[in-house]
């Protein structure tokens, strides 16, 4: 069977995502939506760096490509800054009976216990209302911490504590809003960035922390976070940017699940602009990528490295995406409602082997 879909943005991620729809056989690409003028009218072929000619051109039309009705949008638009106008495009799309998978709003892969129930009805409604599926995941959130943890699980006699960690060198990610906006790098030490806030991490990450919580039937007292950041030691360049000495050049956030005052589950982020920063921090496996640590009978550490043209960061951009196209026929055939990690089968990367 094949799906008509539709890509909702070209951006970092929404690159890729065009590039595994091109490459799926099961997946006919119908739309491409875009939010500058300057893209509009462009194959997505080209769109997605590739030599080929879909025939498919890009739009700003919202309206048009939503009264296409195709199957499922494919939805990658940024969200970490426009979160509500985020979640009303995703309802807009399930009331219009189109399955969406997207990478955002990252609290929706797992919103129970992290958003009051009244947030999330809204949108369980508009998929009962138009029959359709939501699913948000991607790599982190995504299957470094949901389906790789879950899977290594299954070979414990017991588990005192789960570790999930991202430990990577940002200085090649290219995203200067989530690198020095959101995150604050560059930053006084003292500034409290949008990611930074009280609640935000336990918002974004704790959705990570709640889902493994009940996939492994932990009763969980609280989640709460934790971050410290250290400075630059002399002057950086991060893209066109110059991170002054002295300013935040390295994060490290941990999002705690609690159980019986102790810390059951973990997500954790080691983030630098430098490799030599923060010395006694968690080390990365090669250049950088996803480790998950049990602790228990017996004791299990899994790294895993990923790099894509030797970048590991872009890596991480291509696996977030393949990982939403993979699911696509899922969510489709999937019942209507706001779907999680564990709600799906196994996708594979089926008929992509060359």
């Not at 799906?3 to 995502?17: K, L, M, P």
């Not at 951009?317 to 899922?330: K, N, P």
């Amino acid at each position: 069977m094949t799906y008509r879909v539709i890509q909702w943005s070209t951006g970092n991620v929404g690159a890729r995502a065009l590039r595994s729809i091109i490459a799926r056989p099961e997946l006919e690409l119908v739309g491409v939506w875009v939010s500058s003028a300057a893209k509009a009218g462009k194959d997505a072929g080209e769109l997605a760096g590739l030599s080929v000619v879909t025939g498919i051109t890009a739009t700003t039309d919202a309206d048009a490509l939503v009264a296409m009705k195709p199957d499922c949008i494919v939805h990658t638009a940024m969200a970490d800054d426009r979160l509500m106008e985020s979640v009303e495009d995703l309802k807009r799309f399930l009331r219009a009976g189109i399955n969406v998978v997207s990478s955002s709003p990252v609290f929706l892969q797992y919103p129970y216990g992290t958003l009051p129930d009244e947030a999330i009805a809204p949108i369980v409604a508009a998929a009962e209302e138009g029959g359709a599926s939501l699913w948000v995941n991607g790599i982190d959130p995504g299957w470094a911490n949901d389906w790789l943890p879950l899977l290594l699980s299954s070979g414990s006699e017991r588990i005192d504590r789960i570790i999930c960690s991202e430990i990577m060198d940002y200085s090649t990610y290219d995203n200067p809003k989530v690198v020095f906006d959101i995150m604050g790098f560059g930053s006084d030490l003292d500034a409290l960035t949008m990611l930074l806030q009280p609640g935000v991490l336990t918002l974004a990450w704790g959705s990570v922390i709640r889902q493994l919580a009940a996939a492994l039937d932990i009763e969980l007292d609280s989640v709460t976070q934790h971050f410290e950041r250290l400075p630059a030691t002399g002057e950086l360049t991060v893209g066109d940017r110059t991170i002054a000495a002295g300013t935040a050049a390295a994060l490290r956030f941990q999002v705690h699940g609690i159980r019986a005052g102790r810390e059951v589950l973990t997500l954790e982020h080691v983030t630098r602009l430098h490799p030599d920063l923060a010395p006694d921090w968690p080390q990365p496996t090669g250049k950088g990528g996803y480790r998950v640590e049990i602790q228990g009978e017996p004791d299990y550490r899994l790294d895993l490295q990923l790099t894509s043209d030797g970048d590991h960061a872009l890596a991480g951009v291509v696996g977030t995406a393949a990982r939403l196209v993979s699911a696509v026929s899922a969510v489709v055939e999937a019942h209507p409602g706001l779907l999680t990690a564990t709600d799906l089968p196994l996708t594979t990367g089926r008929g992509l082997v060359s």
